[in-house]
Structure formats: structure tokens, C-alpha cells
């Protein structure tokens, strides 16, 4: 059974940072794209970044030049470094890894609230 653990969530004044963790667990094949979403209260999830298994990455307008996105294979995590924090930037984060063959899965999502 694959699973998903996020961490690194929590409350930070604009202009900090955080950075959020994700790791898998319980795999047997390799992953192909992992990617940050969030969904903020009322409103629609949202893609943040994403990172493909040769090290491509795209990224929401919105957060573009403050968040960068890594992986690191070997430990079948991905990270969010985030700077720069708005309070929009105040909502759920949810990984999301895509794994060959086998489909895409989800975390249970980590709070970050931008407070102004």
C-alpha cells in the first residue's frame, strides 16, 4: 500500500518560509512526476509545482521566482521550499506522486497559514 506523509506545515508571518516535506512509502515501482497542490478554504485545489523524473519543473504563475521544487529519488521524497510567504499563499498543501503503472496518489495534506 502506498502512502504519503507531508510535514513542515504551519503558521508564519509574510515574508518567512517553510519548507514542506513529502515522503512515500510502501512502493514497488518508480515514480514518475511528483507535484505540490493546495486548496485553499472555498476555493478549487490548485497546482503549485511539479517535478518530472528527469528534473523538469513547472510552476503556478503565482508562486513563480518564491517557490522552488526538488526531489530526491533515493528517498522517494519531495520538497517545497517556500519564501517569500503571502497570506494568499494561506491554504492545504497536498503532494501528489504519480507511480508508473500504478497510478497517482495522494498525501492527507499539511496546513500553512500566511499570517499579514
Known amino acids: 500500500q502506498v502512502t504519503l506523509v507531508e510535514s513542515g506545515g504551519g503558521l508564519v508571518q509574510a515574508g518567512g518560509s517553510l519548507r514542506l516535506s513529502c515522503a512515500a512509502s510502501?512502493?514497488?515501482?518508480?515514480?514518475?512526476?511528483m507535484g505540490w497542490y493546495r486548496q485553499a478554504p472555498g476555493k478549487q485545489r490548485e497546482l503549485v509545482a511539479r517535478?518530472?523524473?528527469?528534473?523538469?519543473?513547472n510552476y503556478a504563475d503565482s508562486v513563480k521566482g518564491r517557490f522552488t521544487i526538488s526531489r530526491d529519488n533515493a528517498r522517494n521524497t519531495v520538497y517545497l521550499q517556500t519564501a517569500s510567504l503571502k497570506p494568499e499563499d494561506t491554504a492545504v498543501y497536498y503532494c501528489?506522486?504519480?507511480?508508473?503503472?500504478?497510478?497517482?496518489?495522494w498525501g492527507q495534506g499539511t496546513q500553512v497559514t500566511v499570517s499579514s
Open positions: 510502501g512502493l514497488s515501482r518508480s515514480i514518475s512526476t
Open positions: 517535478i518530472t523524473s528527469d528534473g523538469s519543473t
Open positions: 501528489a506522486m504519480i507511480v508508473m503503472g500504478a497510478g497517482s496518489y
